[in-house]
């Protein structure tokens, strides 16, 4: 091998060198970077959790804060109910979107069914519900759709008669 090319050598491992670590530099930054973000994310969790905790024996809805959606994240993992958000009435309470609270679609098909001791259709449900409630007016689809629901989790029971379904408290 010639003085030369040995010159010409070493110079390229000198280069692939400072490439790699520059590249390595580069990398580290990004980690870095990520790191930092990952730590955020952490000591927000760990908020969430400890406000879950503290919330976690109330059986009652209505006592938890509400979530104004202008406020951040960090922020209002941080904030503490008042007394006076948790003396509030169901039925005065608002949501952030303005809408006063209205029952659950499955609950008001479940007082619905409780009413009649035969099973029923889905359509008899919605047009019963749209009497009753006419400021309700769900899809005959999502009718069914809650009803299913309420059957997954054992509330009522689904009765097939030839290609009709029907439906009772359980």
């Known amino acids: 091998?010639?003085?030369?090319?040995?010159?010409?050598?070493?110079?390229?491992?000198?280069?692939?060198?400072?490439s790699d670590l520059e590249e390595n530099r580069r990398r580290q930054q990004e980690l870095a970077e990520q790191l930092k973000m990952l730590?955020?994310?952490?000591?927000?969790?760990?908020?969430i959790i400890t406000l879950a905790k503290?919330?976690?024996?109330?059986a009652d809805a209505s006592r938890l804060?509400?979530?104004?959606?202008?406020?951040p994240v960090a922020e209002k993992a941080k904030r503490v109910p008042t007394k006076a958000a948790?003396?509030?009435?169901?039925?005065?309470?608002v949501t952030a979107k303005g809408k006063s609270h209205q029952p659950?679609?499955?609950?008001?098909?479940?007082?619905?069914?409780?009413?009649?001791g035969e099973p029923r259709l889905a359509k008899e449900l919605r047009d019963e519900l749209l009497e009753k409630h006419p400021d309700r007016d769900p899809t005959p689809q999502v009718v069914r759709n809650t009803l299913e629901s309420l059957?997954?989790?054992?509330?009522?029971?689904?009765?097939?008669?030839?290609?009709?379904?029907?439906?009772?408290l359980a």
Do not use: N, W
């Open 104 to 116: 659950l679609l499955g609950d008001l098909l479940e007082d619905l069914l409780g009413q009649y």
């Open 1 to 18: 091998m010639t003085s030369q090319s040995a010159a010409t050598l070493r110079s390229r491992y000198v280069a692939q060198a400072a």
């Open 86 to 93: 948790s003396r509030r009435s169901p039925s005065a309470k």
């Open 39 to 47: 730590k955020q994310e952490e000591a927000l969790l760990t908020d």
């Open 151 to 168: 059957v997954a989790k054992g509330r009522i029971r689904r009765h097939k008669q030839q290609r009709s379904v029907m439906y009772t």
């Open 65 to 71: 804060p509400e979530q104004v959606h202008e406020e």
């Open 54 to 58: 503290q919330y976690e024996g109330f």
